[in-house]
């Protein structure tokens, strides 16, 4: 595949977790309408995506300042997110995505190296990365590694510096737009599936330099980089 937008000289590969390794979004969503709605506030399942990435507390915070035109305090912050925490304890387990599992070692056999950057903190799916998909323990940068959070370039420059290669070596594979935002403009190649419920221009808009729609097309697209 001559027009590739994947680097050359690609070193290393960093994978957003929730909706790209795992098909966790519709937890989240189904989780922030109702930790909201036990706050009288109505709020969409679309912003559930357009929010996503941002650390729990800036969300609260943002969501506030929105529909009830106040500021969050940092007792309503921890109430709604710990409503929020036990919500998602009682969803159901979010299932693999279709072939990240084959891509992932797809990569690995190639010689590439393999980081997670993520802004949960859920325990439930973390504590899984290494058995699901054999990402290395040191290779995680979750929202207890950074101080900003998505759509920040902290996490994913983390990641370039953890991992020691140039930016321009890495390639990120994302499906929210602040994702995008965050790790373009930590100068990184980046790669989104629209795995959500979102346009595609949206993600094109933050900057995304090859929108495919789901995981499934991400695996051709990379055995095509392999091949030429
Ligand atoms: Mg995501």
Redesign the pocket.
Known sequence: MSNTVIPKDLKCVIF?????LYDS?KNHEATWVGCFKAEGIDFPAYDAYMY??RPGHETIGCVFKEHLNREATQEDKERVYNEKVRLMGMASEAEMMPMMKELIDLFKQQGKEVWVV??SKQPTLLDRLNGDFGIDLNQIISAKDVVKGKPDPEPYLKAVAGCGFDAKQCLVV???PL?VRSAKAAGITTIAVNTGILEDEILAKEGADIVLPDTKSLYPYVEGYFRS
């Open positions: 957003d977790m929730d909706g790209v979004m996503e990435g993520t802004g994302e499906n929210a994702g």
